[in-house]
């Protein structure tokens, strides 16, 4: 058996550093934030279908420039932040840090480059006060969802109350979550620093995504826990039930994550621009969560559990 509760501060320390590194970072880098929570212009396009061939009644099929030509013919714009998403019927979809009516007009007339009959479906402008309720909304989507697991784990874990309040394991599951949270903000805040990676809604969405993962593997341990204390000598350590639990359920919990992980992956290198930085955001917060399911939550729990037993000696 892996003794992993008694090596514990050694995972504290590798977690401190890591929770520093990225406390810094977001302190002096922030986070790069995109159109969603900036705002800008969103302007949608359709390329034509056909163009009539030369000399005859006939037409060939038109094929659209891709995202990595869109971004190159519009390069000596300089436009801030730009972002082209390529949809179907030759449709394409630019986002980008700006709400001049006159850099619109060179935007487009760069693209008719490409194709002359170029069509201008929408161009809508997202205002400052629509990105600040965007953040706001954020946040309390985050906020909300952390109250709710704590509140959640808690009564889930109420008939135990021996040899630590039943509230506890909520704690621990809060602070093993913005473990993970901080980490993955801190790789993102250096991310946008050095390879100029944007943060939008999408960011938010695969945030309360590693919440829900992350919890759900805390939880698995914390089960166990709950089973060997129910089972178990009331004599028994309550450190040796706890590390007894973790050599379980550790190898179902990294096995799960890396059939996740190999998934992730594969989004990544195959899964195009779109998605890739979405998909990296939750690989990012699976490999943090498992760690922080293994190594960290359960080892609060007994951590807090010597404390009070000392001051009761």
């Known amino acids: 058996m892996i003794d992993i509760i008694g090596k514990r501060k050694y995972t504290y320390v590798f977690s401190g550093i890591l929770l520093v590194l990225s406390l810094v970072f977001l302190s002096v880098w922030g986070l790069n934030l995109g159109i969603d929570f900036r705002g800008g212009t969103l302007m949608e396009v359709r390329f034509q279908e056909s163009i009539p061939a030369e000399e005859t009644e006939e037409t060939t099929s038109f094929t659209p420039p891709t995202r990595q030509e869109i971004e190159n013919k519009l390069s000596d714009l ?60 954020a946040i309390l989507a985050l906020l909300t969802a952390v109250v709710g697991i704590a509140l959640y784990i808690a009564w889930a874990f109420r008939k135990i109350s021996f040899p630590i309040p ?45 919440l829900g993962y992350s919890v759900n593997d805390t939880i698995v341990v914390y089960d166990r826990v709950r089973e060997n204390i129910l089972s178990s000598d009331a004599k028994e350590n309550f450190e040796n039930i706890t590390n007894k639990s973790l050599n379980e359920t550790m190898a179902r919990s ?37 760690y922080s399911s293994i190594f960290v939550a359960s080892a609060l729990l007994v951590s807090n559990y010597n404390y009070k037993l000392k001051k009761i000696n």
Do not use: M
């Open 78 to 137: 300089e436009i801030k932040s730009l972002s082209v998403q390529e949809s179907e019927d030759n449709k394409a979809i630019l986002k980008y840090i700006s709400s001049d009516e006159n850099l619109n007009r060179e935007v487009l007339g760069k693209l008719k480059e490409f194709d002359g009959e170029i069509k201008q479906l929408r161009v809508d402008f997202i205002g400052s006060s629509v990105s600040n309720q965007l953040k706001k909304s």
């Open 254 to 290: 990294i096995n799960t994550s890396l059939t996740v992980i190999v998934v992730l992956l594969a989004i990544i290198i195959f899964g195009g621009a779109t998605i890739e930085f979405f998909a990296l955001t939750l690989l990012v917060g699976v490999v943090s969560g498992t």
């Open 166 to 210: 039943s509230w506890q394991y909520g704690v621990g599951a809060i602070l093993a979550l913005a473990h993970d949270l901080i980490i993955v903000l801190g790789v993102f805040s250096a991310l946008g620093k050095f390879l100029d990676v944007e943060i939008g809604i999408p960011f938010v969405a695969a945030l309360l995504t590693i």
